[in-house]
């Protein structure tokens, strides 16, 4: 056994245990935070499931023929409600709003002649198809958007199942802002769009708890290496060390940001270039890539996001001591980057229950996410409302921290973790 | 001038050193002065012509090149002393300019002020445990126990005073430890 060992072994654990920032950053934290994030993913798996389950589908039916009502009746089986329509041509039920009437957002035509060849397959010639046609509305909704179109494709499976293989094939065609695109898979869409389903939450994620470790630190640092006491003798605004501050963050930040992206970018770009692309699906012709205002838009949106999170960052290392502990401060923002952007990964904000919806709007940090899924789909109101929203979140916080700046608390200020409370050191404290 | 109220007129016309001030790292002692003086001159000339003399001052001569993290502590010192003089300010506030320095800085920090002070005429209000020091360098002396001034005068005058040979004698006199 190595001498003295066992001493420094049980001093190093009786230290790092009652350091009340380890405590709360390695244990309580992920205790609270790994099974919110498993509660966040299972929910918008279920969520999706039961939105696909609960799927009401809307049926142009141009055969009427027995086959046709035995195909429905197994859809019927499939799923929740089925709605016949009269109209003949899907364009025109989609132009003419029938989905949204019936609040779905799949319909399927069953073509003239259907009976006919399933009944000629069956009994005359095997090699003889048919096909329903289903078309479903994308809406950018994240990583299970072609779930319902699935549901739809395996009802069909079934139908093949009871009469005989590859008797009716489906062929999948997706509506986008409210036009058919024929031919266009689904789930080929979301596959292709899967880049910006997880690109886009995790470099929002990332860019912001870089550039919030930036800005604690630099303040931190005045504070740690006793530099800040000098700032604030000097004939200066105050407001400018607080912008000066940001905007140097903000800099380093954006230059961050920028690698980060071509990189991840790069990264994305190996998985897409590897899926089969045969149904000569472009995300720039189907009108799915942003226009120039969506990018400003979106620019908008990352832009005063950033700006509120650098803020914070800077308030609440105002209150730390140096810089391990403007480090932990910030540390207690990050779920709040992190549940809202993995959530809606996978599941669009509309589709959540109205406190959640009201939860994860009230998070500045969703709406970078929430604005990028918008602008894709031409909703320019949706990310516009957005950086309303936090840009005003924003000059609450920089009004905040632009006082703290201009008095002297800013150099005795701490949070002490019992109580949480707030104390400016008195003279008779002073070493 | 009131402190409180006139803040910011006060702050053009003074010039304070913390006990524990500290430099950027990752500035050279140059850069850091010249940031430094910025904040109260006009032009960049004015700029080249104060940090000029800061380097005068603190005698650190090439080595104002190098990162402010590669200095000793007694050369950060000299280096914000001369920070804190180079713009000849009507009052400069040093709160003990030479703690924890060896004798070397110690000497060289002393007689910057003292040089500082009969040449340009600014006022220097510097606090200090060490009475030695405080003989050596200060015009006029107030004592300070508890929170309170419980003697003041000129060093010479003290001493005759309270009959003590150097001024922590008289310190020790006043207080009565001694």
Partial sequence: MLKGFGNILIKELRELIRDPKILLGMIIVPLIMFPVLGAVMSFSMESATQQAQKATIVVIDNDRGNYSAIFIRNLNATLVRVFIVNETDPSKAVSDGILSRYNTTQLLMIPEGFSANVTQNLHINASTTTYVKIYSVFSGAGLFEGIGSSMVGSSVTSFNRYFAPDVVSARPSTIIRGHIEEGIDPNVLSTLMLSQAIAMPITIMILLTYSMQIAATSVAMEKEEKTLETLLTLPMDRFAILMGKLSGSIVVAGIGAITYMVGFNYYMGSFTSAIPTGSGVDLVSLGLTPSPLGYLLLGASLFVTLLSALALAVILSAFAEDVRGAQSLVGYVYPFLFVPSLLLMYIDVSALPLALRIAILAIPFSHPVIASRAVTMGDYWTAGLGIIYVTAFTLVIMYLASRLFATEKILTMKLRFRGLRKRGRTPAEEP | ?178
């Fill in chain 2, 1 to 178: 001038m009131d402190v409180v109220r006139k803040a910011d007129e006060v702050r053009k016309i003074i010039t304070y050193l913390p006990e524990e001030a500290g430099v950027y790292r990752n500035l050279s002692g140059w850069e850091y002065l010249e940031f430094m003086a910025r904040f109260r001159t006009e032009n960049r000339d004015e700029t080249r012509g104060v940090v000029k003399e800061a380097a005068e001052i603190c005698g650190l001569g090439d080595r104002l090149k190098d990162k402010a993290k590669t200095y000793s502590k007694g050369m950060k010192r000299r280096l914000l002393v001369a920070r804190a003089l180079m713009t000849k300010p009507k009052l400069a506030i040093l709160d003990e300019p030479t703690s924890g320095l060896d004798v070397m800085h110690s000497y060289h920090v002393r007689a910057i002020i003292r040089r500082y002070v009969k040449e340009h005429g600014v006022t220097v209000l510097l606090s200090s445990h060490n009475m030695l020091e405080v003989e050596h360098i200060c015009g006029k002396v107030a004592l300070v126990n508890k929170g309170k001034i419980v003697a003041e005068g000129e060093p010479q005058e003290l001493k005759h005073k309270y009959e003590g040979e150097n001024l922590e004698d008289v310190f020790a006199k006043v207080v009565g430890f001694a």
